[in-house]
């Protein structure tokens, strides 16, 4: 037994403990905030980029409104008849969510917003003050969604997995033992990581036995590896009483009427879910939904720019192809071919939106070249052999009557060729380093370039280069 101080001390630390669980909290919250912003401002999209991407770009604005606003999500799954609507509405206190007889009555994604307010519950004023994320403009937000199991029952299940991960508590509703179809559907909403209740919803159809049982086996054989037996809550949303009614002539009857719902235990649930974590839950959910819309952003946009790099390196392979093919020049060759693939690095960085000068383009071919090691020794011998060889029979045309020009051609295409390959690799490597974001990653840069290198087919390249320049060299 804690004496009066020793309890007072005690309280005094569990209060400095949640001050500062509530201050990392909201620290967490704006970062979260302010990373989004950023994400958003920062897309740097083409028009061509967009196309098919809308929905992602307003789904990541809908996020940031959703933090913005401290919009606590709460989404109700389950087959049809399990009574989804029902649990909503108990838990808002009114009837907004349809219900009926008939299976399959939601047929639409319905969201209402759930206002807490202290009389709600007894005794837990304070753990509702607490619930508020953001003040005045905090607010649960109640999801209710069709029967996974409806017709179309796969489009179903896709968009459940697709709500699963945007929202920040799950509620899975069952009326009884749980079937395949249900345990299958649970276990892909448990990929989705998101905290989830399983609620045995319609305990006032069952005597209280048959309850306990179905409870039991629940807990311990159906879902023991996916939910707690703390997330195992039991309710009755709109139960029915039977009672004895007299009419006028005296006559006993049976009367079914709807009873007071039983959803006291969720509700408590929910309340000290979200009071203990709830800032936290909104930001890490926000992050991770963001972070996997901004990969699908991402790739598009690489797969994209991927291609325009990939003719701009073709571009430019057969620009320094022909320059290095024409010019008699060795000292001219090497320098215009230099010129060439500093120009394929920097349009190469303005494609992908990163800020490079001349002399960082410079630099980072020397470092290109220096990696490359055997293409770019090779195409040095290759220009200064093939450049003597070129000159002399160029100097001999007009002795021979054009009888040289056949092999000075040849030359010339062999020697564009062996240019033409070593700036492919270069700009190669160069996009890689770019879609890295201007680095080279968690490896070296010798090891991005071979990698590069190894995956280059150089004959079919040069093959290619060669008779493209012979078509264009060839009188």
């Not at 909403?189 to 919803?201: Q, S, T, Y």
């Not at 408590?268 to 800032?279: A, D, F, S, V």
């Not at 020794?377 to 009888?403: N, Q, R, Y």
């Amino acid at each position: 037994m804690l004496s009066k101080e020793e309890a007072e001390n005690q309280a005094e630390l569990e209060q400095t403990l949640f001050s500062f669980e509530e201050i990392a909290a909201e620290l967490n919250y704006r970062k979260a905030q302010n990373s989004l912003r950023s994400l958003i401002g920062n897309i740097d999209l083409t028009a061509e980029e967009q196309t098919g991407l809308e929905s992602e770009i307003d789904r990541l604005s809908a996020m940031l409104d959703k933090l913005e606003q401290s919009v606590v999500q709460i989404a109700a799954f389950g087959m049809v008849g399990r009574g989804k609507s029902s649990v909503l509405n108990a838990l808002v206190g009114q009837d907004i969510f349809p219900t009926g007889a008939l299976h399959g009555v939601t047929r639409t994604i319905d969201t209402a917003n759930w206002q807490l307010a202290p009389e709600q519950i007894a005794n837990t004023a304070e753990n509702l003050q607490r619930l508020t994320i953001t003040g005045e403009r905090g607010q649960i937000q109640l999801i209710d969604t069709p029967g996974i199991d409806e017709v179309n029952g796969e489009a179903r299940e896709t968009l459940a997995c697709d709500l699963a991960k945007r929202v920040d508590l799950i509620l899975y509703i069952v009326s009884g033992d749980i079937t395949q179809v249900e345990y299958r559907a649970l276990s892909k909403l448990r990929e989705a990581g998101k905290p989830m209740l399983l609620v045995f919803n319609k305990i006032d159809q069952y005597p209280e036995a048959d309850r306990d049982a179905i409870y039991q086996k629940i807990k311990e054989e159906r879902v023991r590896e996916l939910i707690s037996p703390d997330e195992i809550i039991m309710v009755a949303a709109s139960p029915i009483e039977v009672r004895g009614v007299k009419d006028q002539a005296g006559n006993l009857k049976v009367q079914r009427i709807r009873g007071n719902p039983q959803i006291e235990s969720l509700k408590l649930k929910i309340l000290e879910l979200l009071n203990r974590e709830g800032k936290s839950l909104v930001a890490l959910n926000s992050m991770l939904f963001a972070d996997e819309v901004n990969e699908q952003i991402l790739q598009r946009k690489l797969v994209i720019r991927d291609r325009a790099a990939n003719e701009l390196i073709n571009k430019g392979m057969m620009v320094k192809a022909m320059t290095v093919a024409l010019n008699p020049v060795t000292a001219i060759d090497l320098f215009s071919g230099a010129i060439i693939d500093v120009g394929i690095i920097l349009s190469l960085s303005r494609l992908y939106g990163i800020t490079m000068t001349q002399s960082g383009a410079v630099e980072l071919l020397k470092n290109i070249a220096l990696s490359m090691g055997g293409i770019s020794a090779s195409e040095l011998v290759a220009t200064l052999g093939l450049s003597s060889i070129k000159g002399i029979l160029g100097l001999t045309i007009p002795a021979t009557g054009g009888l040289s020009l056949a092999p000075y051609l040849s030359v010339a295409i062999a020697q564009g060729g062996v240019a033409g390959v070593s700036s492919y690799a270069i700009g190669q490597v160069t996009k890689t380093y770019l879609a890295n974001g201007a680095s080279w990653g968690e490896q070296s840069p010798k090891t991005v370039v071979q990698k590069i290198l190894d995956s280059l087919d150089e004959r079919s390249i040069l093959n290619r280069i060669k008779s493209e320049l012979r078509a264009k060299l060839t009188p």
